[in-house]
């Protein structure tokens, strides 16, 4: 299938790495608002075509399938514009800036026939089963708590510090664990506690987050731009503990027993990136007919969408175009 890249940055570089290694990927076209710097990408990563404007390429009849990789305060508007093209869309995460933008494009794609689908790669990958397994197999145990955390030093990032690029922890990496928590323990969260840390900007620098469940179990979860955490993810059970190493691509999965000691290790399969699983997912949908991917249906993006709209809510943070449209 023909992929065009909408974005040249960091990670449209790793998934044009992982695109190159595809049998089932033709690496068609990039598109940039500089066309030196959407040359040099197509020239280093091997694409056939090169664009000074993401119009240019979306004219283009033989792109089948966009991937859009630029920052997530731009992702409503660009998703649109693939859409009016006649364009399936790949859109990395967050997928939008809030709900309201989610429902309004995926009203859009379901009018016009075309596949669109949010590229948290997570959902898609096979550790997600893996561990889904281990906790259904009850390997440690009744799990009734569970916690996980993705923290990054990021402050570097014009897109992670400016409200007016939807800056802040929570949609850029705390995103990730609020999928773990929903993707494992599920739907069932009868509150949602939170608190945050805002930046000099008015964005969160740090949050918590706190998911209680109907039936007793309780997940606790963390996400900042100011340093490095551990990234793990852990659910504590009646017989030891499970826990995965790196939520945002799991690596290993380590079971402890009540003593604390390692008494099983169990590897993901191995990946070219990680990035493989979404785009091939999405290309058999695709091919299928299909308009949604199951890894990641409509709903379920709209369901993160509105657990961080409502976070965002009680932290009192809007972003500039959200108080402009009130």
């Excluded at 190159?20 to 066309?35: H, T, W």
């Excluded at 007919?289 to 932290?315: F, I, Q, Y």
Aim: net charge negative; hydrophobic share 40%; proline share 3%.
């Amino acid at each position: 299938m023909k992929i065009g890249i909408l974005g040249a940055g960091r990670i449209a570089a790793t998934l044009a790495e992982t695109m190159n290694k595809m049998p089932e990927v033709e690496c068609y076209g990039v598109a940039s608002r500089n066309i030196e710097k959407a040359k040099a990408f197509a020239e280093e990563h091997g694409f056939q075509h090169a664009f000074g404007s993401y119009e240019d390429m979306l004219a283009d009849k033989d792109v089948e399938l966009i991937y859009i990789a630029t920052p997530h305060s731009h992702h409503y508007q660009h998703i649109k514009m693939c859409l009016d093209a006649g364009k399936h869309v790949l859109c990395e995460k967050s997928f939008t800036v809030n709900e309201k933008q989610a429902a309004e494009v995926f009203r859009i794609a379901n009018e016009k026939k075309l596949l669109l689908t949010e590229a948290i790669w997570t959902r898609y990958m096979p550790s997600r089963k893996i561990i889904d397994d281990l906790l259904a197999e009850k390997v440690v145990g009744d799990v009734m708590k569970m916690t996980a955390n993705l923290n990054y030093p990021l402050l570097e990032k014009e897109r992670i510090v400016k409200p007016e690029l939807a800056g802040g922890a929570l949609l850029d990496v705390g995103i990730y664990p609020i999928n773990f928590a929903y993707m494992h323990f599920g739907d069932g969260v009868k509150e949602i506690h939170s608190a945050a840390q805002m930046t000099s900007a008015g964005v969160d620098g740090e949050n918590g987050m706190l998911l209680l469940y109907e039936d007793g179990r309780m997940a606790v979860l963390n996400s900042g731009i100011h340093g490095k955490s551990d990234s793990q993810g852990v659910f504590y059970g009646s017989e030891g503990c499970m826990v995965v190493e790196n939520i945002n691509n799991p690596e290993a999965i380590k079971i402890y027993d009540k003593d604390r000691n390692l008494v099983r290790e169990i590897k993901v399969p191995e990946q070219i990136s990680g990035y493989e699983y979404e785009i091939t997912e999405t290309i058999s949908c695709i091919q299928e007919g299909n308009l949604e991917c199951p890894s990641m249906p409509h709903e379920e993006t709209l369901k993160m969408m509105r657990v961080m709209d409502e976070l965002r809510a009680s932290w009192g943070m809007k972003y500039p175009e959200e108080i402009e449209k009130l």
